[in-house]
């Protein structure tokens, strides 16, 4: 069965200061995909990123980045120079890929991790 | 360009009452999905649908049915609700072609059973 852990339920840092949401996940698939997502106070569900587990490159938006480990199963979301707007909840989700499963995202959630960023 | 809608955004149910949460999506998306999230679980699958005319159980369907009649709505009924289906339910649907493994989710239903 697959299961996502994110052990940080909450986490508060002062603004500007770079901040790291771990993830760690369970799957017994070759093929995976990995995600994060953004809950704002406002309730909706916002996709950041999407990760194959065939690419282990590190990847960069703006102020955010991730670090996608398969040796140690973990795909970590670091914020640069937080801001005020970056506080959310953030969950990272896990999805089996095969042809059977092909678009059906069954997503399993991690608990998210609670970030608040002060001003 | 609305996306996926949920019907309604909020409700209050007393125990034993029933009502049906309604899920359109305008992106011809093949599969939908419904969540729902509870404080500290994160979000867990209800039941989903592959197509029209099909669905399956997910994690926890227990006290839930659900209908797809037409591929752009996906119905989730509860025919007896309890307190505990009080929790936050959120739909999302997905392409088979174009962009694979991108859920577009709803804004959420917040619902109360007292």
């Known amino acids: 069965a697959q299961k996502v852990t994110q052990a940080q339920t909450e986490i508060s840092v002062v603004e500007k200061e770079d901040v790291t949401l771990d993830c760690v996940y369970e799957t017994r698939d070759t093929t995976y995909y990995l995600f994060w997502y953004k809950q704002p106070p406002s309730g909706e569900l916002v996709f950041l990123i999407r990760r194959n587990s065939f690419d282990e490159q590190n990847e960069i938006s703006g102020r955010y980045s991730w670090n996608f480990q398969k040796s140690t199963s973990s795909f970590n979301f670091t914020i640069t120079a937080s801001q005020v707007v970056d506080s959310a909840v953030y969950f990272c989700a896990l999805t089996e890929d095969s042809i059977s499963n092909f678009g059906n995202e069954k997503l399993t959630f991690g608990t998210g991790t609670r970030l608040t960023i002060i001003p | 360009n609305a996306g996926v809608t949920q019907t309604p955004k909020f409700r209050v149910l007393k125990t034993g009452q029933s009502m049906t949460l309604l899920c359109a999506q305008d992106?011809?998306?093949?599969?939908m999905y419904w969540y729902r999230q509870d404080p500290g679980m994160g979000l867990r699958l209800i039941h989903y649908s592959v197509g029209e005319g099909t669905t399956a159980k997910g994690e926890v369907p227990d006290g839930y049915n659900v209908s797809r009649l037409k591929k752009q709505n996906f119905l989730l009924g509860l025919e007896s609700a309890a307190p505990s289906q009080t929790s936050v339910y959120f739909c999302?649907?997905?392409?088979?072609?174009?962009?694979?493994?991108?859920?577009?989710f709803g804004q959420g239903t917040r619902l109360t059973v007292v």
């Open positions: 992106m011809n998306h093949e599969y």
């Open positions: 999302a649907s997905t392409a088979v072609l174009g962009t694979p493994y991108e859920a577009f």
